[in-house]
């Protein structure tokens, strides 16, 4: 319901109880840098200290094409039949200010259930999947070395996002000098994010980085209000986000022609119209 029909979603999610109790690990940056088999390993880590895991994937492909869905769940299959593991792709495109709403439904049934972790993947590509990201209570920012000026060029939320900031792909050539690039990026700034070298592939680093996490998961488990407050502050901002965006595209059809015919009249400016059309 959450993805299909999220005013009938808004109405069940309203009966849920307080919400925050799941610790939200988001997980973004640049396509094709190992973020599905670093949220894999994640889970495994997890898993193995017995908590539950419940893991949103936002997928940049269209949800007729379903090619990256699929490469997810195969990326993740390993705990496939794992009752403590849910596991939801979501397509980005497909539904109009749908993304949000539905991504922050998702976590909010996930947290629910009863999932102590949700780990929402999401490609750091569109200022959108940036701001999905205000959901989580500690971000990860996964990069791979060769991404040479890439890194500075791409959007600058996501070199601002990030609690953490992991150089995947630690087994390839060019991982030290993507370490030495990030830090100086990070120089100058009042603190500056840890950087840390990960395989995902052969597991090299991900408990050094679930350590890591873990300081900010216990904070967050000892009942420090001030990172439950930023998660639900999120969840309020996303859903308004959704239901914003699904307002505009329902009524900019209809009222939109007429304020056309309006500013073409001469009688009212693009910007009143706007005005006019976002009240
Ligand atoms: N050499 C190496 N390859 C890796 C590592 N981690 C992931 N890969 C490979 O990188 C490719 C992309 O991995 P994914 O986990 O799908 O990356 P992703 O960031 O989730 O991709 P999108 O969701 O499509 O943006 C796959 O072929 C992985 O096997 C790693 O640590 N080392
Ligand atoms: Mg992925």
């Known amino acids: 319901m959450a993805e299909d029909d999220p005013e009938g979603a808004s109405?069940?999610?309203?009966?849920?109880?307080?919400?925050?109790?799941?610790?939200?690990?988001?997980v973004t940056g640049p396509p094709g840098t190992?973020?599905?088999?670093?949220?894999?390993?994640l889970i495994g880590s997890y898993r193995?200290?017995?908590?539950?895991?419940?893991?949103v994937a936002v997928d940049p492909s269209s949800p007729f094409t379903g090619g990256a869905l699929l490469g997810?769940?195969?990326?993740?299959?390993?705990?496939?039949?794992?009752?403590?593991?849910?596991?939801r792709s979501m397509a980005s495109r497909g539904w109009t200010g749908g993304l949000s709403r539905a991504t922050s439904q998702a976590i909010r049934?996930?947290?629910a259930a009863g999932f102590d972790i949700v780990i929402l993947e999401t490609v750091g590509i569109g200022q959108s999947d940036i701001e999905v990201v205000g959901v989580s209570h500690v971000v990860v920012v996964v990069i791979m070395p060769g991404l040479g000026d890439g890194v500075q060029a791409s959007k600058a939320g996501l070199m601002?996002?990030?609690?953490?900031?992991?150089?995947?792909?630690?087994?390839?050539?060019?991982?030290?000098?993507?370490?030495?690039?990030?830090l100086s990026l990070f120089r100058g700034r009042p603190r500056s994010p840890p950087v840390l070298k990960v395989s995902a592939l052969s597991g090299d680093g991900?408990?050094?980085?679930?350590?890591?996490?873990?300081?900010?998961?216990?904070?967050?488990?000892?009942?420090?209000?001030?990172?439950?407050?930023?998660?639900?502050?999120?969840?309020?901002?996303?859903?308004?986000?959704?239901?914003?965006l699904a307002k505009l595209a329902s009524v900019?059809?209809?009222?939109?022609?007429?304020?056309?015919?309006?500013?073409?009249?001469?009688?009212?400016?693009?910007?009143?119209?706007?005005?006019?059309?976002?009240?």
Do not use: C, Q, W
């Open 11 to 26: 109405e069940m999610l309203a009966r849920l109880g307080v919400p925050g109790k799941a610790f939200v690990v988001g």
């Open 34 to 41: 190992g973020k599905s088999t670093l949220v894999d390993r």
């Open 48 to 55: 193995s200290l017995g908590l539950r895991v419940g893991v």
């Open 72 to 87: 997810d769940r195969i990326r993740m299959t390993k705990h496939a039949d794992d009752m403590g593991v849910f596991i």
């Open 109 to 111: 049934l996930m947290d």
């Open 160 to 182: 601002e996002a990030g609690d953490f900031y992991v150089v995947n792909k630690a087994d390839i050539e060019g991982a030290d000098a993507m370490v030495v690039n990030l």
């Open 206 to 244: 991900v408990e050094t980085l679930r350590s890591a996490i873990d300081v900010a998961r216990s904070k967050f488990a000892s009942g420090d209000p001030a990172l439950r407050l930023k998660g639900i502050r999120g969840m309020i901002v996303e859903t308004a986000r959704g239901a914003v």
């Open 252 to 279: 900019s059809e209809s009222k939109a022609g007429k304020l056309a015919e309006e500013v073409m009249a001469g009688r009212l400016s693009v910007e009143a119209a706007a005005e006019r059309l976002a009240r």
